[in-house]
């Protein structure tokens, strides 16, 4: 019997299926992904990178570990620190010399607050500070509403504040600046911008569920679940289009109970207490500074005004969820979302901002 | 394909390609592999544990013992010595991706799966 050969061509083939396969699959593996968390602002920020080599990421870690603990101290609002010194010093003289590590958060701050209507306001930490929230024990009973009542009669606003060079002056010596609305953002900014520095262009930083997003994990783009605002699960879930800023802010946070009630750590400048208008607030937008602060805005603006704040910062992808737990989207963000929660919750699509 | 294969070939052939439909459905088919849950303490990662076998686990994190309850294929915090009990508010975590913490305590869980659903949880 004559020896016959399996044609070369057709085992070269198979050979090449084999090796492709194996080859794709391994680039699925979660491996791909490369982790760490630390803490710093009071909460857990996650680094989470793709498709770079161990070394790489481990000191892009270590960096934004240093870093974060570095924004951390330079903008604390109540730990001894510059920031500290310099409401010192604007309370008692009510002019300062700015330390450079917070100047470049006074104008962009200023602006923020100007076009959200004084909703988000770095300048209102007398208030923070009456209501014990410029503590990390959480307090243990609102204050006296004659107090707040007061404190509300000071009128601090972030447009008492003039910059001349590098010197800060205030026209309202009540004016005592806390960046927790914003600091969490421009550290988040910064992280990115480094990450790009080291040369990588697929990650994502997570402040305590805050985060920026850029590239994509692979093949697809990151997928950035939104926790349902009562209750445990995902509300929806968003893809994040190459580099975003995706901000939730929720009446769920940081807070204390009462006597039955819920006191949570977003104050309305307006009122003098925890802003009641919605359960949540989920901005996009491209930096994560103007999303932080935006979505502090349109969480204290609530059901009713959040549209026309939403108007004035520029933005386009805003989901709310109401008092009822009615989920409210501009156009642009009902094309983006994807809701979980099974059964779906009612939505409302607004006019574009 | 008579005089172009032998038995031998044919029986190869019948193989190689049983292989290539094995690998394909193994490594591009519906995830049949389970979910993990992670767990962090103080920056490390102290845990990976199959999501399908209840157990309950003591973590020491920076302020105290998290104790992480894992049943029915979901984990939860079950009790930590932080003040605002957020972590145990949040509840069960079920998919892939899903994650929940004691900031104060420095102890997180995460739900692990090959195809995570969620990359990051927004809160």
């Known amino acids: 019997m004559p020896t016959r050969r399996l044609s070369p061509y057709l085992l070269l083939l198979l050979g090449l299926a084999t090796a492709g396969l194996l080859a794709q699959g391994c680039a699925r593996q979660p491996d791909a992904v490369q982790e760490q968390q630390f803490i710093a602002f009071g909460t857990l920020v996650d680094v989470s990178v793709y498709g770079v080599d161990a070394e790489l990421a481990q000191r892009a870690f270590t960096d934004l570990e240093q870093r974060f603990a570095q924004w951390h101290h330079d903008w604390h609002a109540w730990e001894p620190g510059p920031l500290v010194d310099l409401n010192t010093a604007l309370e008692t003289t009510g002019e300062a010399e700015v330390p450079a590590v917070i100047l470049p958060l006074i104008a962009p701050a200023q602006d923020l607050s100007a076009r959200s209507n004084g909703l988000f306001d770095p300048a209102i930490g007398g208030l923070l500070a009456l209501w014990g929230f410029q503590s990390d024990a959480p307090p243990q009973a609102p204050p006296a509403a004659a107090a707040i009542t007061a404190e509300l009669a000071k009128r601090p606003r972030m447009s008492d504040l003039r910059l001349e060079d590098d010197r800060l002056i205030t026209t309202n010596r009540a004016v005592k600046l806390d960046f927790g609305a914003f600091a969490k953002g421009v550290a988040v900014d910064r992280a990115i911008e480094h990450l790009r520095e080291l040369g990588i262009d697929n990650a994502i930083v997570n402040a305590g569920g805050d985060l920026r997003a850029i590239g994509r994990r692979g093949t697809r783009a990151w997928r950035i679940g939104v926790r349902n605002p009562r209750g445990p699960g995902v509300l929806a879930v968003i893809e994040a289009q190459g580099d975003e800023s995706i901000f939730t802010s929720g009446d769920y946070e940081r807070g204390f109970d009462y006597q039955g009630r819920h006191y949570h750590h977003i104050l309305d400048p307006r009122t003098g207490y925890p802003a009641a208008g919605a359960r949540s607030v989920t901005v996009i937008y491209p930096d994560a500074a103007t999303a932080d602060a935006a979505a502090t805005a349109l969480l204290v603006a609530g059901a009713k005004d959040w549209l026309e704040v939403a108007r004035n910062l520029q933005l386009r992808w805003v989901m709310l969820v109401d008092g009822e737990g009615v989920v409210h989207m501009t156009p642009a963000m009902a094309e983006r979302v994807h809701i979980e929660l099974d059964p779906p919750p009612l939505i409302e699509l607004s006019e574009a901002p | ?123």
């Open chain 2, 1 to 123: 394909m008579r005089g172009w294969l032998t038995g031998a070939d044919g029986v190869l052939l019948v193989a190689a390609i049983a292989l290539i439909g094995w690998l394909y459905v193994s490594v591009w088919g519906p995830s049949s592999m389970p979910l993990e849950i992670e767990i962090w303490s103080r920056g490390q990662r102290v845990e990976q544990l199959p999501l399908a076998e209840d157990r309950i686990l003591d973590i020491r994190g920076a302020m105290g013992t998290s104790r992480i309850e894992i049943k029915d294929g979901q984990a939860r915090f079950v009790a930590s010595p932080c003040t605002n009990k957020l972590c145990i508010l949040h509840g069960w975590q079920r998919h892939a991706g899903e994650t929940t913490a004691c900031v104060p305590n420095r102890v997180s869980l995460r739900i692990l799966g090959r195809d995570a659903r969620y990359d990051a949880i927004n809160f």
